[in-house]
């Protein structure tokens, strides 16, 4: 009996894989790519074409003493660098803006695709390190699909611009230097092997360590009241150093490689100079053509250098963007229900469901049978991890029963599209969850944004929260902080109340929901709810027996199963584990 968990996919099948699906992202932006490679193509056709006009140059002045070839020479070189710079700026931006536009839908898709999957899948995931690929990864592939794909093309154009050059002025020169070419790619391989490697451990240290940030700032009072100071910044200091060595490693790599690839082309230079000396001592050589070949031999060590150097940022953007494709090759929340619905009755029955968590050694639910009638009360009470959460966590399909039916209205859950579904359902949690934007924005969020201020005010009104949000300095327009930050425990939780109470759902759902309330505000909240549960279907998770004592069912779990069920009085009179907790509650003053 298992509850259902998305997995990631199999790996991308390898590196070749891995770029086509990154480069696939950059297929709309097409016409761009276009402009931006014909500035490439016009950068390296101009690099060429500035080191053969130094043939003509040197034999038309220096040897021939040509004045015609001075009258021509210096426009054409101002002409070459404008065209060249035309080029330049093509290239750069047209790079550059595909790079940010494909960043920008791979990200958008990957948050979207997280907001879709099952919650089961964040049971192993950690949201620092989702954030951390979210945000810095999706950087590294914006520069993998830019600056490095620009250095790519542009420099391979390049070297092969002033290797024509240098086949034009000499074919027997030229392919005496072959020879460095296969050398040259056994390095950029190497290096792009070594830097693939790097770049994975390099992500991962990444990840840990906003994570660790983000779990030991998110936690600070705990942290200093248990003397944790030290502790979380070694931690801190362990990863820094781990990625310091793994920095460290990139960087020796991308010199070693860079060195040897200028050995390389030296040794081809210091070739070139002797067979090229002893052809101008011979008379075969022209010194226009040994200084076009020297300046296409030096000119092409930059750009062999970066070739050679563009592997790491490549490798990491290529890393980073398969740990974006492998959140967006998990499945997501299934919703195959097709029936609409406006507004459900709210008949809401469990037939025989049970439930296993991934991983899990027995069963979270076991045999669960009940039937909650329209405009009833359900309340369901037992100790911790007794399956309480995880039963009203099963009616918005957060979780998928491993055996059994849920039925809303007399069809199974899966009938019905998620959207509907979870319309019918508000929600107060025991994990408040509000968001830094204003008090009206928290009441009326997401699909309850286009409720006017009247409805935002009575339910305000309903959850007892006016008289704290009229002390506000701007009232319902004041920003209440991260989570809610500005406000005290009680006043979140009224918070989250008023937003069911404006959500108007035929099912409510209240964990633990006057859990942060003082006495005082705990007696108008239970007022507002008493309220708010006329004609609604109402779960309620408590810790209190005292506030459930005019619940039309009371339902017992322990260790996922329902071991008792009745009215309170009715409990209290057969003496069973209901009672023994009321006994326990009240000896403690609860």
């Given at each position: 009996m298992t509850a259902a968990r998305a997995t990631p996919a199999a790996g991308h099948g390898g590196s070749a894989h891995g770029y086509g699906r990154l480069f696939a992202y950059t297929r709309p932006f097409w016409p761009v790519q276009l402009a931006a490679v014909t500035g490439m193509l016009v950068e390296a056709v101009a690099a060429g074409a500035f080191t053969w006009l130094m043939r003509p140059l040197i034999d038309g002045t220096f040897v021939d003493r040509d004045p015609g070839v001075l009258a021509w020479m210096p426009m054409v070189v101002v002409a070459l660098f404008l065209v060249r710079g035309i080029g330049v700026f093509?290239?750069?931006?047209?790079?550059a803006y595909v790079g940010r536009r494909v960043v920008e839908t791979l990200r958008g898709q990957t948050f979207a695709h997280l907001l879709r999957l099952p919650t089961g899948y964040y049971a192993d995931e950690n949201t620092a390190r989702l954030v951390a690929r979210l945000n810095f990864n999706a950087e590294q592939v914006?520069?993998?699909?830019?600056?490095?794909?620009?250095?790519?093309?542009?420099?391979?154009?390049?070297?092969l611009a002033l290797f024509c050059v240098m086949l034009y002025n000499s074919v027997s020169l030229t392919l005496t230097l072959v020879f460095m070419v296969p050398l040259i790619a056994l390095v950029v391989w190497a290096a792009g092997k070594r830097f693939r490697s790097i770049s994975r451990r390099m992500l991962g240290t990444v990840s840990d360590s906003t994570r660790v940030a983000g779990e030991t700032l998110a936690g600070l009072d705990a942290v200093k009241v248990f003397g944790g100071e030290a502790a979380a910044e070694e931690r801190y200091r362990v990863l820094s150093a781990q990625r310091r060595r793994l920095h460290l490693k990139g960087s020796a790599a991308k010199s070693l490689s860079t060195a040897l690839v200028q050995l390389t082309a030296a040794i081809a230079l210091a070739i070139l100079i002797w067979i090229a000396g002893r052809g101008a001592m011979q008379g075969t050589v022209t010194a226009g053509t040994f200084i076009s070949m020297m300046l296409a031999m030096s000119a092409m060590l930059p750009s062999l250098k970066r070739l050679t150097t563009v592997q790491d940022t490549m490798q990491k953007g290529l890393v980073a963007a398969e740990s974006l494709f492998e959140i967006l090759d998990v499945p997501v929340e299934a919703d195959q229900g097709g029936i609409a619905i406006a507004r459900a009755t709210g008949r809401v029955e469990f037939r025989g469901v049970g439930l296993r968590y991934a991983g899990a050694a027995r069963d979270a639910l076991l045999d669960i049978d009940l039937v909650a009638e329209p405009g009833t009360v359900t309340a369901i009470v037992g100790r911790s991890g007794s399956g309480k959460s995880s039963l009203v966590r099963l009616l918005p399909r957060l979780l998928e029963p491993g055996t059994g039916t849920v039925l809303l209205d007399g069809r199974p859950l899966s009938d019905y599209s998620l959207t509907d579904l979870r319309r019918q359902i508000a929600w107060v949690s025991q994990q408040i969850v509000l968001f830094d934007d204003t008090v009206a924005a928290n009441i009326a969020f997401g699909g309850l944004a286009d409720r006017d201020d009247e409805q935002i005010r009575a339910a305000a009104r309903a959850a007892?929260?006016?008289?704290?949000?009229?002390a506000l300095?701007?009232?319902f327009q004041t920003r209440i902080g991260e989570g809610g930050a500005s406000l005290s425990g009680g006043q979140r939780q009224r918070l989250a109340?008023?937003?069911?109470?404006?959500k108007d759902a035929p099912i409510l759902i209240l964990d633990e929901a006057t859990s942060a309330l003082d006495t005082e505000s705990e007696r108008l909240i239970q007022d507002a709810l008493a309220h708010v549960m006329r004609d609604r279907t109402t779960f309620v998770i408590a810790h209190r027996l005292s506030t459930i004592e005019h619940a039309d069912t009371v339902l017992v779990m322990d260790d996922g199963r329902i071991v008792e069920r009745g009215t309170h009085r009715?409990?209290?009179?057969?003496g069973g584990v209901y009672a023994s907790l009321h006994r326990m509650q009240f000896a403690d003053g609860g």
């Amino acid at each position: 009996m298992t509850a259902a968990r998305a997995t990631p996919a199999a790996g991308h099948g390898g590196s070749a894989h891995g770029y086509g699906r990154l480069f696939a992202y950059t297929r709309p932006f097409w016409p761009v790519q276009l402009a931006a490679v014909t500035g490439m193509l016009v950068e390296a056709v101009a690099a060429g074409a500035f080191t053969w006009l130094m043939r003509p140059l040197i034999d038309g002045t220096f040897v021939d003493r040509d004045p015609g070839v001075l009258a021509w020479m210096p426009m054409v070189v101002v002409a070459l660098f404008l065209v060249r710079g035309i080029g330049v700026f093509l290239s750069s931006y047209g790079m550059a803006y595909v790079g940010r536009r494909v960043v920008e839908t791979l990200r958008g898709q990957t948050f979207a695709h997280l907001l879709r999957l099952p919650t089961g899948y964040y049971a192993d995931e950690n949201t620092a390190r989702l954030v951390a690929r979210l945000n810095f990864n999706a950087e590294q592939v914006a520069d993998a699909c830019a600056e490095s794909l620009k250095v790519i093309v542009t420099d391979t154009l390049t070297v092969l611009a002033l290797f024509c050059v240098m086949l034009y002025n000499s074919v027997s020169l030229t392919l005496t230097l072959v020879f460095m070419v296969p050398l040259i790619a056994l390095v950029v391989w190497a290096a792009g092997k070594r830097f693939r490697s790097i770049s994975r451990r390099m992500l991962g240290t990444v990840s840990d360590s906003t994570r660790v940030a983000g779990e030991t700032l998110a936690g600070l009072d705990a942290v200093k009241v248990f003397g944790g100071e030290a502790a979380a910044e070694e931690r801190y200091r362990v990863l820094s150093a781990q990625r310091r060595r793994l920095h460290l490693k990139g960087s020796a790599a991308k010199s070693l490689s860079t060195a040897l690839v200028q050995l390389t082309a030296a040794i081809a230079l210091a070739i070139l100079i002797w067979i090229a000396g002893r052809g101008a001592m011979q008379g075969t050589v022209t010194a226009g053509t040994f200084i076009s070949m020297m300046l296409a031999m030096s000119a092409m060590l930059p750009s062999l250098k970066r070739l050679t150097t563009v592997q790491d940022t490549m490798q990491k953007g290529l890393v980073a963007a398969e740990s974006l494709f492998e959140i967006l090759d998990v499945p997501v929340e299934a919703d195959q229900g097709g029936i609409a619905i406006a507004r459900a009755t709210g008949r809401v029955e469990f037939r025989g469901v049970g439930l296993r968590y991934a991983g899990a050694a027995r069963d979270a639910l076991l045999d669960i049978d009940l039937v909650a009638e329209p405009g009833t009360v359900t309340a369901i009470v037992g100790r911790s991890g007794s399956g309480k959460s995880s039963l009203v966590r099963l009616l918005p399909r957060l979780l998928e029963p491993g055996t059994g039916t849920v039925l809303l209205d007399g069809r199974p859950l899966s009938d019905y599209s998620l959207t509907d579904l979870r319309r019918q359902i508000a929600w107060v949690s025991q994990q408040i969850v509000l968001f830094d934007d204003t008090v009206a924005a928290n009441i009326a969020f997401g699909g309850l944004a286009d409720r006017d201020d009247e409805q935002i005010r009575a339910a305000a009104r309903a959850a007892n929260a006016l008289e704290f949000i009229g002390a506000l300095p701007q009232g319902f327009q004041t920003r209440i902080g991260e989570g809610g930050a500005s406000l005290s425990g009680g006043q979140r939780q009224r918070l989250a109340i008023a937003r069911a109470i404006l959500k108007d759902a035929p099912i409510l759902i209240l964990d633990e929901a006057t859990s942060a309330l003082d006495t005082e505000s705990e007696r108008l909240i239970q007022d507002a709810l008493a309220h708010v549960m006329r004609d609604r279907t109402t779960f309620v998770i408590a810790h209190r027996l005292s506030t459930i004592e005019h619940a039309d069912t009371v339902l017992v779990m322990d260790d996922g199963r329902i071991v008792e069920r009745g009215t309170h009085r009715e409990l209290l009179a057969s003496g069973g584990v209901y009672a023994s907790l009321h006994r326990m509650q009240f000896a403690d003053g609860g």
